[in-house]
C-alpha cells in the first residue's frame, strides 16, 4: 500500500525540485481515451453487420466499407499513437530529467492531431479512401499526420538533447528509433505506393502494413511497457543490455518481414523466402523483451493482485509473446496457405494491437492521468472491472477466430464447398465474436469514464 | 510501360529510404558501443526510471 498524500502536500513543490506541466501529455490522452470509446462503438457495429448484415439497411455511410477504415484508422491512430504519443511526452521529460522543450508545440500538436482524426471520420464515411490498407486516409490528411509527425519529433530529440543524463535508458532508444521508422514506413505506405502500379504497388502497401505494426507500434509499445513495467513494480529492469539487444535485433530484422504477406501471389519466390526468413528471426528480439520483461518481475508477481496497470502490462507482455510466435509461424508456406485472408488474421492483428499494445498504453494511461492530474484514480474497482471484461472480451474473441480462420481456410482449400457455404457456416463463430465484442466494449466504456472521471471530474481526493 | 507509370522511382525511393534506415541503424549500433551501453556501465541506465524528480510523488 503506498503512502497517501494531502492535497497541500501534493501541491506543494521542494525548492529546486524539477516541476514537469504535463499539459500536452494530459490532452493526447485525454482525446485517445474519447476516441476509443467513439471508435470502440464503431467497432460493435461492424461485429453486428457480420451476425445481421441488413442492419442499418443501405445507408451509405453506414455501411460496412466506410465503417471498417474508421474503425481501423479511429483505433490505430485516434487511439493508440494518439495514447502513445502522450505517454511519450509524459514519459521522455521524466527519463531525461529536465521539463520537455515545448509545451506550447506540444500542444499544437495534439490540436493538429485532432483536426485529423476528425478529418478521417469525415473523410471515411463519405467514402472518400484512397483504397490502400492502413493507408485510407486522403493525400490532405496524409500531409497533416507528416506535419504533425515533425512537430512530434522535434519536441522529443530536443528534449533528448538537453537531457541531464548522459546514458540514455532503453524507452528513449524506441521512442526516437519510432519516430525516425515512422517518418521512413509513412512516407513509403501513403506516398510512395501511389505513384507505383500493380504487384509492386501491393508489395509496397503490405510492406507499409506489416511495419505500421513492427516499426511503429511495436518500439513506442515496448517503449511504454520498458518504462512502466519497473515504474509500477519498483523493481529495476533485469538487464539494460539485453534490452538493447533487443532494440537492435528488432532495428535490423524487421523491415523486411512485410513480403509474407503476399506468400502464394505474384511475387518472386526469393522474395518470399527472405520474408519468411526474416519473420522467424523476429523470435530473437521477441524472447529479448519478453524474457527481460519476465525477469523483472521475477518475485514481484504478487504484485499483480493489487495493481491494475501491473496486471495489464504483464498480459500484454503475454499477448506479445503469442502475437510474435502466431506471425513467423503463420508465415511459413503450409500455414500460410490454410490462414492466409481468412478470420485467423483479423484474430491475430487483435491480439498484437488491442491485446499487446492497446494493453500497455492502458496500463500506461492508468498509472501517469492520476499522476497528471494530482488525483488519485477515479475507482480501482472500476479499473479492476476494465481489465477483466476486457481481457475476458479478448480472449473470447482472438480465439474464436483463430479456431474460425482455420476452419475457414480448411474449407476454402475444398474445392468441392461452394463459397456461399464457407460463409454460412462461420455464423456461429462472427455470433461469439459480437458477444466478445460487448465485453470488450465495456471494458472501454469502464476504462474511458474511469481516466475522464480522473481528470476532468471534480475528485479532489488526495493523489498517490 | 505508359510515361506515367512511377514504379520503378516509386520503388527505388522505397529502397532508398529503407537503406539510410539501415545505414543509421548500423552507425548507431556501432556508436551505442562507444558511448558505453555495452560496457561494464551498461546498466547504470536501468535506474533512470526512478530519478524523474517528479515533486507530486515524493516521500514525505
Not at chain 1, 543524463?165 to 519510432?178: E, K, L, P, R, S
Given at each position: ?32 481515451v ?7 462503438i ?5 461485429a ?14 453506414l455501411?460496412y466499407g466506410?465503417l ?9 491512430f ?25 509545451e506550447?508545440?506540444g ?5 493538429l492531431?485532432?483536426?485529423?482524426i476528425?478529418?478521417?471520420?469525415v473523410?471515411l ?11 485510407e ?21 530536443m528534449?533528448?538533447?538537453s ?33 507505383a ?8 502497401n503490405?510492406?507499409y ?5 513492427g ?5 513506442i509499445?515496448?517503449?511504454?511497457a ?22 537492435w535485433s ?11 504477406h ?14 519468411i526468413?526474416?519473420?522467424?528471426m ?25 495493481s491494475?496497470?501491473?496486471k ?10 503469442l ?6 509461424m ?8 490454410i ?7 483479423p484474430g491475430?492483428?487483435?491480439m498484437?494491437?488491442l ?5 500497455f ?7 501517469a492521468?492520476?499522476?497528471i492530474?494530482g488525483?488519485a ?8 472491472w ?9 480472449l ?7 479456431l ?8 476454402w482449400?475444398?474445392?468441392?464447398i ?8 462461420l455464423?456461429?463463430?462472427w455470433?461469439?465474436?459480437f ?11 469502464f ?18 | 510501360m ?25 552507425y ?7 558511448d ?8 547504470d ?6 530519478q524523474?524528480d ?7
Open positions: 500500500m503506498q503512502p497517501q498524500f494531502s492535497k497541500a502536500e501534493v501541491t506543494k513543490v521542494p525548492e529546486g525540485a524539477l516541476v514537469h506541466e504535463d499539459a500536452t501529455a494530459k490532452w493526447f490522452l485525454i482525446s485517445s474519447a476516441y476509443f470509446f467513439i471508435v470502440g464503431i467497432a460493435l457495429i461492424i453486428a453487420k457480420f451476425v445481421w448484415p441488413d442492419l442499418m439497411g443501405s445507408m451509405s455511410w455501411t466506410r471498417r477504415p474508421l474503425h481501423v484508422n479511429g483505433m490505430l485516434g487511439w493508440l499513437l494518439a495514447a502513445d504519443m502522450g505517454l511519450a511526452y509524459y514519459v521522455i521529460p521524466r527519463l531525461c530529467g529536465v521539463p520537455l522543450w515545448s506550447k508545440l500542444l499544437a500538436t495534439a490540436a492531431w485532432n483536426v485529423i476528425l478529418g478521417a471520420v473523410t464515411m463519405a467514402g472518400l479512401n484512397q483504397g490502400w490498407e492502413y493507408a486516409l486522403p493525400w490532405y490528411l496524409d500531409i497533416l499526420v507528416v506535419v504533425a509527425w515533425i512537430m512530434f519529433g522535434i519536441n522529443v530529440f528534449t533528448v538533447a537531457r541531464k543524463h548522459q546514458a540514455m535508458y532503453v524507452t528513449i532508444w524506441y521512442t526516437m528509433g519510432c519516430i525516425l521508422w515512422t517518418a521512413f514506413v509513412y512516407l513509403t505506405g501513403n506516398f510512395a505506393t501511389l505513384f502500379t500493380g504487384t509492386n504497388q501491393a508489395n509496397l503490405w510492406m502494413v506489416h511495419n505500421a505494426v516499426l511503429i507500434f511495436t518500439p509499445g515496448l517503449g511504454i520498458y518504462y512502466f513495467i519497473p515504474r509500477a513494480s519498483n523493481t529495476p529492469l533485469h538487464s539494460h543490455k539485453l534490452s538493447m539487444i533487443g532494440f528488432l532495428a535490423f530484422v524487421y523491415v523486411w518481414t512485410g513480403a509474407h503476399m506468400l502464394h501471389g505474384p511475387i518472386s519466390q526469393w522474395l518470399q523466402t527472405i520474408a526468413a526474416f519473420s522467424l523476429l523470435l530473437i528480439p521477441v524472447w529479448a523483451v519478453v524474457y527481460n520483461l519476465f525477469a523483472t518481475m521475477k518475485g514481484q508477481w504478487h504484485q499483480l493482485r493489487e491494475v496497470p501491473l495489464f502490462l504483464m498480459s500484454g507482455v503475454v499477448f506479445y509473446l502475437t510474435c510466435f502466431q506471425g513467423p503463420h508465415s511459413l508456406r503450409t500455414v500460410n496457405a490462414v492466409s485472408k481468412t478470420d485467423w488474421i491475430h492483428a487483435h498484437a494491437v491485446g499487446c499494445f492497446s494493453f498504453a492502458i496500463a500506461g494511461t492508468y498509472f492521468m492520476p499522476k492530474m488525483k484514480l477515479h475507482s480501482q474497482s472500476l479499473a479492476n476494465s481489465y477483466w471484461m476486457l481481457m475476458i472480451g479478448g473470447g474473441f482472438f480465439t474464436t477466430l483463430w474460425g480462420g482455420f476452419w475457414q481456410g480448411w474449407q482449400n475444398n474445392v468441392s461452394p463459397f456461399i457455404d464457407t460463409v454460412i457456416a455464423k456461429p463463430i455470433i461469439v465474436r458477444l466478445s465484442g460487448i465485453m470488450m466494449f465495456t471494458g472501454i466504456v476504462f474511458a469514464y474511469n481516466i475522464l472521471a480522473t481528470a476532468l471530474g471534480t475528485h479532489e481526493e488526495a493523489a498517490v | 505508359p510515361a506515367t507509370d512511377y514504379t520503378y522511382p516509386s520503388v527505388y525511393f522505397a529502397y532508398l529510404f529503407f537503406f539510410l534506415c539501415f545505414a543509421l541503424a548500423v548507431f549500433c556501432f556508436r551505442s558501443r562507444r558505453g551501453y555495452w560496457g561494464d556501465e551498461g546498466e541506465a536501468k535506474f533512470q526510471v526512478f524523474d517528479d515533486p507530486k510523488r515524493r516521500t514525505p
